[in-house]
């Protein structure tokens, strides 16, 4: 190894030291100490925009934006990066595509036999134990170590998830430095104002000043994204550790630190309910970028919904937690959502495609 390769092994490695050090003592610190400052948002308290048309940068020139997943090495994660990937080629290319490069952030913290079908960044896990059985909060330690480390040709970052399928191209929702992000009903905060005023002062604004969302489907500028990060990480840390805010948010916990650390740093968002779809209580794709499976799919044969009861037919993500869907799962019983067919004839031609699919 030369003097050169040796220097840059060294401080690579004393950065990754100095970020977990970093990490430790925000976890262990009080939060006033941790965040830092937002930046002027006096021209962004006004309700926020809750559907946009969809308009093209000037002069045509287009805004790419990188999608960005983070995942674990599971396999539940990875069957569905698979097929989110395969999607995501498909579009690419595609009319009015702003599509530009593709990560999986795999905070695993090694290799796995799908990197050379997906371009992957290795993250590094939370310290043990850190996470305190919320697996998620890995998820922005690692978007912070990806920005810090990675080089990212586009200006705009798309944050996704696993369990997204793309419909069709996508364009730069994002528009005169507003973020743009799905708004999702059970992200409340005027609900919980009494909780969330831990993290965002009175002083720092209205707490409508929060918008709706996590931190998926949210496409933001790169350089807001850097700043919003480590503050997210933080605040998820902080928020996990509180009782009370913990006991309040549950499984949407790191949703709302990233929606607050947004607004700590000034960066509005243009709530965009086109963004994506929910099967199967959204039932037509309309003019929709993405389909969101987190929800089970369950229905009798005259395609009744039975939610809450195993249907006779039914899709759910969750019957593959060990184990990847086999090709050509059967097809809804007629009657079913076009949402809801959709899904199912996109997961199949998907994993009718990619190589190995199972292995």
Not at 84 to 107: A, C, V
């Amino acid at each position: 190894m030369g003097c050169g390769d040796l220097f840059f092994s060294l401080l690579i490695t004393f950065s990754a030291a100095l970020i977990t050090y970093n990490i430790l003592i925000s976890a262990n610190a009080p939060l006033k100490q941790e965040l830092p400052g937002p930046s002027s948002r006096s021209s962004l308290l006004v309700d926020p925009i809750i559907k946009m048309p969809f308009e093209r940068s000037s002069f045509g020139k287009k805004r790419l934006f990188h999608t960005a997943v983070t995942a674990s090495d599971s396999v539940y994660n990875t069957w569905q990066c698979r097929v989110m990937y395969y999607w995501y080629k498909k579009h690419k290319d595609g009319p009015n595509s702003e599509m530009g490069g593709f990560t999986r952030i795999l905070h695993s913290g090694k290799p796995d036999k799908f990197m050379e079908e997906i371009p992957t960044f290795i993250a590094q896990p939370l310290p043990s134990g850190m996470d305190q059985g919320y697996i998620v909060l890995n998820r922005p330690w690692a978007f912070v170590q990806w920005l810090q480390k990675a080089d990212i040709k586009e200006d705009y970052i798309l944050m996704a998830e696993p369990d997204h399928i793309i419909v069709k191209p996508i364009p730069n929702l994002s528009k005169d430095g507003l973020g743009a992000a799905f708004p999702f009903f059970y992200i409340e905060p005027k609900k919980y104002e009494s909780v969330l005023r831990k993290y965002f002062p009175e002083d720092k604004g209205l707490i409508t000043t929060i918008d709706p969302i996590g931190n998926s489907p949210v496409i933001v500028g790169k350089e807001s994204l850097k700043k919003i990060a480590p503050t997210w990480m933080n605040i998820s840390l902080a928020m996990k550790k509180d009782p009370e805010t913990d006991k309040a948010f549950g499984w949407v916990l790191e949703m709302y630190a990233y929606a607050v650390s947004s607004a700590l740093h000034g960066v509005g968002n243009i709530l965009y309910k086109d963004f994506m779809i929910q099967p199967p209580w959204d039932t037509e794709i309309g003019k929709k970028f993405i389909i969101h499976y987190t929800y089970g799919c369950d229905y009798d044969m005259k395609g009744k919904l039975t939610y809450g009861k195993i249907g006779e037919w039914r899709f759910d993500k969750r019957s593959y937690d060990n184990v990847a869907p086999p090709r050509n799962l059967p097809l809804p019983p007629p009657g079913v959502p076009d949402s809801v067919v959709t899904l199912v004839k996109m997961v199949n031609e998907a994993t009718s495609n990619i190589p190995n699919w199972g292995s």
